[in-house]
């Protein structure tokens, strides 16, 4: 799996440590070692896992600004672990409201010895910090209205932006999100071996 990895890595034109190679395969390792008691993800295979969770969450790593940054609806980690492996000057807070999860997430950072992850059973609307965070992120909402509208709280005010993970975007709904809000970009992602689009929306 690692000469994959690596193959992708090259691919993609991202380069790592072997340190952060290792700790984002023994994610993988953990990943599918779980996933068979606590059905964390419905990609079982690791190799695919490589492409569709570790690759598909890195790929936006140049485009995040700042050092505070929120993974809500984060399910097993995604992209939240796998980004804070790569930006390990960051903070990163994994938010999600099933405890399976959490404690999967707990056992990984315990396990992989990642220290820039504090992760939080909450839910959204209940959860924030007193200066917010320079970024919100996910890829769990399925409309970019309800990631504005559950999480409007999040990011500080004058510099935070959301950075939506999507497949395919459409205008319609970029012309339907909330007043108060700007699209800054919408940039399409290339993540090696993957089929179907994928986007990443920038709103301040």
């Known amino acids: ?5 690596e193959r992708l ?9 072997d340190h952060q190679k290792q700790q984002l395969l023994g994610y993988v390792a ?4 779980w996933n068979k008691a606590y059905n964390l993800t419905s990609v079982r295979d690791p190799q ?3 492409i569709r969770h570790i690759m598909d969450s890195i790929v936006v790593n140049p485009y995040m600004q700042g050092e505070r940054f ?6 097993p980690g995604l992209p939240g672990i796998p980004l804070a492996i790569v930006r390990p000057e960051a903070q990163f807070t994994l938010l999600d409201s099933l405890g399976k999860r959490i404690r999967f997430i707990r056992q990984v950072l315990h396990d992989l010895n990642i220290t ?11 959860f924030s910090i007193p200066d917010g965070f320079d970024g919100v992120i996910s890829r769990a909402f399925a409309s970019l209205q309800d990631m504005l509208t559950w999480c409007h709280h999040l990011p500080a005010q004058k510099s935070g932006k959301f950075y939506a993970l999507k497949g395919i975007v459409s ?5 339907q999100i909330p007043e108060g809000f700007r699209i800054q970009d919408v ?9 179907g689009e994928r986007h990443l929306v920038i709103i301040t």
């Open 187 to 195: 940039i399409r992602l290339d993540v090696p071996a993957l089929e």
């Open 1 to 5: 799996m690692q000469n994959q990895f």
């Open 171 to 175: 205008r319609e709904e970029l012309e």
């Open 30 to 33: 953990l990943l599918h070692k």
């Open 70 to 75: 929120i993974d809500v609806g984060t399910g």
């Open 48 to 50: 695919q896992m490589l």
């Open 9 to 17: 890595l090259k691919s993609a034109g991202i380069e790592l440590t």
């Open 116 to 126: 820039n992850v504090t992760p939080v059973q909450s839910r959204v609307e209940a």
